[in-house]
């Protein structure tokens, strides 16, 4: 697996002048050190910000200086737009794209080196409206409970047991739970783990006493050492545990269960929150135990629980006619036909 980017690398083959160069690096610091975006954010910042420099390279003959950036009109925007689109570029990640060219020319526009108005409201690809695929209750709990019979090695299955019941249980992200340290392993016993999410934002989680004592399972069969400030989950070579490595732990176990192609390690986190909606949690409390910094980002289970709510709609609503026999139907109700 590839390095993420730090943001001390240098980009290499950069399309811009050396006050551009200068400028982007300044950026680059800010995007990492004061807004605290994650490697991966800052890597893929990287490559939209190089590609739109290099549309302008050709665009406009020659490397872009600060001047030439602050000069561009909408079109010029447009053009960059329309060339990803021609190239056949997925609408997701051009609308990211756009997000991390707005984000230089924001910076820039506090910074007064650049100005923001012919982007800022420049509108991008409209996006499907997507939602979370959950699994059902009963392929949840047989995913966590079946994930140990992929491995030939039983230390390999209880780890792996171990994170899933993390990202089901306590509705972790694959990267929290992996980037657990030893110490901070929950102990059996431990009713809360404190976990450190999207933009270094602490959260409180409550845990289920399985998830516990799975990874003290885990734990005492690890064949590696397990150093206090060292990554609690390890590979079979004892390195850090990827992601990549559980989801295809997962993909193994989708062919054994016969589960959908949407049957992900993160789908495990989507149905914590729906199957919690689904028994009437609260949404400002699901927000809260999935570190969402947007209500509207949870909002989205809602709708995945749209099935559940017609149900129970049908199930309790004296008017719902789908669930009323025949002959408690109103005199007056007119002749279906």
């Given at each position: 697996?590839?390095?993420?980017?730090?943001?001390?690398?240098?980009?290499?083959?950069?399309?811009?002048?050396?006050?551009?160069?200068?400028?982007?690096?300044?950026?680059?610091?800010?995007?990492?050190?004061e807004k605290r975006a994650s490697a991966h954010t800052c890597a893929a910042y990287d490559r939209d910000l190089l590609d739109f420099l290099r549309f302008l390279t050709v665009h406009?003959?020659?490397?872009?200086?600060?001047?030439?950036?602050?000069?561009?009109?909408?079109?010029?925007?447009?053009?960059?737009?329309?060339?990803?689109?021609?190239?056949?570029?997925?609408?997701?990640?051009?609308?990211?794209?756009?997000?991390?060219?707005?984000?230089?020319?924001?910076?820039?526009?506090?910074?007064?080196?650049?100005?923001?108005?012919?982007?800022?409201?420049?509108?991008?690809?409209?996006?499907?409206?997507?939602?979370?695929?959950?699994?059902?209750?009963?392929?949840?709990?047989?995913?966590?409970?079946?994930?140990?019979?992929?491995?030939?090695?039983?230390?390999?299955?209880?780890?792996?047991?171990?994170?899933?019941?993390?990202?089901?249980?306590?509705?972790?992200?694959?990267?929290?739970?992996?980037?657990?340290?030893?110490?901070e392993a929950p102990a059996p016993g431990q009713q809360a783990l404190r976990v450190l999410g999207k933009g270094r934002k602490e959260r409180l989680v409550p845990l289920l006493p399985?998830?516990?004592?799975?990874?003290?399972?885990?734990?005492?069969?690890?064949?590696?050492?397990?150093?206090?400030?060292?990554?609690?989950?390890?590979?079979?070579?004892?390195?850090?545990?990827?992601?990549?490595?559980?989801?295809?732990?997962?993909?193994?176990?989708?062919?054994?269960?016969?589960?959908?192609?949407?049957?992900?390690?993160?789908?495990?986190?989507?149905?914590?929150?729906?199957?919690?909606?689904?028994?009437?949690?609260?949404?400002?409390?699901?927000?809260?135990?999935?570190?969402?910094?947007?209500?509207?980002?949870?909002?989205?289970?809602?709708?995945?629980?749209?099935?559940?709510?017609?149900?129970?709609?049908?199930?309790?609503?004296?008017?719902?006619?789908?669930?009323?026999?025949?002959?408690?139907?109103?005199?007056?109700?007119?002749?279906?036909?």
């Open positions: 697996m590839a390095r993420p980017a730090r943001i001390t690398d240098p980009l290499i083959g950069f399309p811009g002048t050396a006050e551009t160069e200068a400028a982007v690096g300044t950026w680059r610091r800010w995007l990492a050190q406009l003959g020659g490397r872009p200086t600060l001047r030439d950036l602050r000069a561009l009109r909408p079109a010029d925007f447009r053009a960059w737009l329309a060339r990803r689109a021609m190239a056949g570029g997925a609408r997701s990640s051009t609308a990211r794209a756009l997000s991390a060219v707005r984000s230089f020319y924001r910076w820039g526009a506090r910074q007064g080196r650049l100005d923001s108005t012919a982007i800022a409201h420049l509108r991008g690809p409209k996006l499907p409206q997507s939602l979370p695929k959950a699994l059902s209750a009963a392929e949840a709990l047989e995913t966590v409970g079946s994930v140990a019979a992929v491995h030939a090695d039983d230390w390999e299955g209880l780890r792996d047991t171990a994170i899933l019941l993390l990202l089901y249980g306590a509705g972790l992200r694959i990267a929290e739970a992996l980037s657990l340290t030893a110490a399985a998830i516990p004592e799975a990874v003290a399972a885990y734990r005492a069969a690890c064949p590696h050492p397990l150093p206090a400030e060292g990554p609690l989950f390890l590979s079979k070579r004892g390195k850090p545990l990827s992601a990549r490595q559980v989801q295809l732990a997962m993909q193994r176990l989708r062919g054994l269960l016969d589960l959908p192609d949407s049957a992900t390690p993160h789908a495990l986190r989507h149905s914590f929150a729906t199957h919690l909606l689904a028994a009437g949690g609260d949404l400002r409390a699901i927000q809260e135990l999935l570190g969402h910094a947007s209500l509207s980002t949870t909002q989205r289970y809602t709708a995945v629980d749209s099935a559940h709510l017609l149900e129970v709609y049908e199930r309790s609503h004296p008017r719902a006619r789908r669930k009323r026999a025949p002959e408690d139907a109103p005199e007056d109700a007119p002749e279906e036909g």
